[in-house]
């Protein structure tokens, strides 16, 4: 979303918007229900009143690429009688004519691109971190005619607002429209259960079906549109007769599409699991560059340090978003008024995720890390494959000499966390262990019930080196702010900051405690195991002269 303003976008995760809860029922004759509720001044237990009536016209948008929609939202302006708003709303399907999703609202000057582009509350601060550098385009267009009707509670609270809607949906040029007739029952302070009674009566009386459709849902089919499928990047067949060049580039497809369905969500900043998937995403594809470099085009291979800086990026945010889950949970054990001391050093955790999301932000809208992306998936799209050739060998024969490298590596790394136990030296251990799993996967299917045995190994180890990093990267943050003059916590705070140092302290230790063991599962018989069937692979697809060289002096055998 181009804009010369730069509003914050971090602190769109601070605001959990409202609940709506709306009935959505289709209407052949709106006149019959109109005299229904104008003659029922009572309805189970409800007042009915009439409201002035109003046309409402609303515009909605999305980025060339969808990606309000993928990240699981529709964005509309409206401008009505004596002002207008933005709403964002989840695009949960109905369940029986009835929906329940989020929504958020943001008042706004004018119902236009630019009102939006400049503003800095709950929708636009989202629409600012999702679109980023992409426009904003106009989907369709929607004008309704709106009469109105209200049902009261005892004490005149309005428990729902009911919506007698005449609608026309256009293309943005009003080449092709559709006329649709609906009835809205939205819950004010009411709940469902307590408007179901009216709601079943209106639709029985009435003769009212449940709506199939949202208006955004028939927008997009009015304007014959629809969220294209996932970019077509080329194959994504991973098969031990195939080079390992093209194994490499099939891996990259993977994980490059992974990247571009994670993103949006991740730039929205609601769910962290969404930021963790797309920096596997990015991890993964830096991964494949380095560990099929030898088979990949120099073109490719040169993306590496680009595709690493994105991961760095990511990765400050996800550690704070592990460490905020690690707070929250410690303040849930404490009781009111000992939590209540935690709330300054909560808000500076948060303080401090707001801006590193808005670095990575910057970083992610960048043109250079635009271009990396397209270029990466221009290259992953050339339909020619990489064939097999003498410096480009069959995949199952390149595999075990690409996993053995890289478990030599964690070997390696496990000396070094036995000869000094350092926090520096278990981070390594893990980053090798990362790669060795990675490398693995990176031939899916080849060596079945043996592979998976010892990747759930290694998984396990990664598990215990990711506690152990996660409690020492939360205490450096944490002594950070202790020796800060700057911004110094209230004592308070900084006494329960070091209880919950101490906690993670001994979680680094326990931890620690189960490296050792676990390491001994993945480099036992699990990996013997392995290494045979890697050979069984590796002869069964090698060539002739290959197979002969093998049978004389073992070359092939991992």
């Not at 605001?15 to 229904?36: F, M």
């Not at 060339?64 to 709303?89: C, H, S, Y």
């Not at 707070?327 to 000992?338: I, K, R, T």
Request: glycine fraction near 6%.
């Amino acid at each position: 979303m181009t804009s010369e303003a730069q509003p914050d976008v971090s602190g769109a995760a601070d605001d959990e918007g409202r609940r709506e809860i709306e009935w959505q029922l289709s209407a052949t004759d709106l006149g019959l229900v109109r005299k229904w509720l104008s003659d029922h001044g009572s309805v189970h237990g409800l007042t009915i009143e009439s409201r002035p009536n109003h046309t409402i016209n609303d515009t909605y948008l999305d980025t060339e690429d969808w990606r309000l929609r993928r990240a699981g939202f529709a964005l509309r302006l409206r401008d009505v009688p004596g002002g207008a708003e933005a709403t964002l709303k989840d695009i949960t399907p109905a369940s029986d004519g009835v929906r329940i999703r989020r929504e958020f609202n943001e008042p706004l000057p004018s119902a236009e691109f630019e009102a939006l582009a400049v503003g800095s509350g709950p929708v636009s601060s989202r629409v600012h971190a999702v679109a980023g550098a992409e426009p904003l385009k106009t989907l369709f267009r929607v004008r309704t005619q709106r009469e109105c009707f209200v049902a009261l509670e005892h004490e005149d609270q309005q428990a729902a607002e009911i919506a007698l809607d005449d609608t026309i949906v256009a293309t943005p040029d009003g080449g092709s429209m559709e006329h649709l007739t609906r009835v809205e029952v939205e819950a004010i302070s009411g709940t469902p259960e307590s408007l179901e009674g009216l709601v079943g009566q209106l639709r029985s009386e009435c003769a009212l079906m449940p709506a199939t459709d949202s208006k955004y849902e028939m927008g997009l089919r009015v304007a014959g549109l629809e969220q294209p499928a996932a970019p077509e990047l080329g194959s994504l067949t991973i098969d031990p007769s195939l080079s390992a060049g093209e194994v490499g580039r099939a891996n990259l497809r993977r994980h490059l599409a992974s990247w571009l369905a994670h993103e949006p969500a991740a730039r929205l900043g609601e769910d962290p699991e969404a930021l963790h998937e797309l920096r596997v995403a990015g991890r993964r594809i830096e991964t494949t560059l380095g560990v099929f470099e030898p088979y990949l085009p120099k073109s490719l291979v040169r993306q590496r340090p680009g595709w690493k800086s994105l991961v760095r990026a990511l990765g400050t945010v996800r550690d704070l978003d592990v460490q905020l889950a690690g707070l929250a949970a410690f303040v849930d054990e404490l009781h009111g008024s000992d939590a209540g001391q935690v709330a300054p050093l909560l808000e500076r955790l948060t303080s401090e995720r707001r801006s590193a999301r808005s670095r990575m932000l910057s970083m992610l809208d960048r043109p250079s890390t635009r271009r990396l992306v397209r270029r990466l998936r221009a290259a992953l799209a050339r339909p020619a494959p990489v064939r097999v050739r003498a410096d480009n060998p069959v995949a199952a024969v390149a595999a075990p000499k690409l996993i053995r490298q890289s478990f030599k590596k964690v070997q390696r790394a496990a000396q070094a966390v036995r000869a000094d136990g350092s926090a520096v030296a278990h981070h390594a251990l893990r980053r090798r262990a990362k790669r060795l799993r990675y490398t693995i996967e990176a031939f899916d299917g080849f060596y079945g019930h043996e592979a998976a045995r010892l990747l759930q190994a290694i998984r396990r180890l990664q598990k215990s080196l990711g506690s152990n990093q996660d409690a020492y990267v939360a205490a450096a943050r944490f002594h950070a702010m202790a020796r800060s003059r700057a911004r110094r916590l209230p004592p308070q705070a900084s006494f329960w900051m070091g209880v919950f140092v101490e906690r993670n302290t001994s979680v680094a230790a326990d931890a620690r405690r189960r490296v050792r063991k676990r390491y001994e599962k993945l480099h036992g018989r699990r990996w013997k195991a392995l290494r045979r069937a890697m050979k069984k692979v590796a002869t069964a697809h090698a060539a002739p002269s290959d197979r002969s060289r093998s049978s004389t002096n073992g070359s092939a055998t991992p």
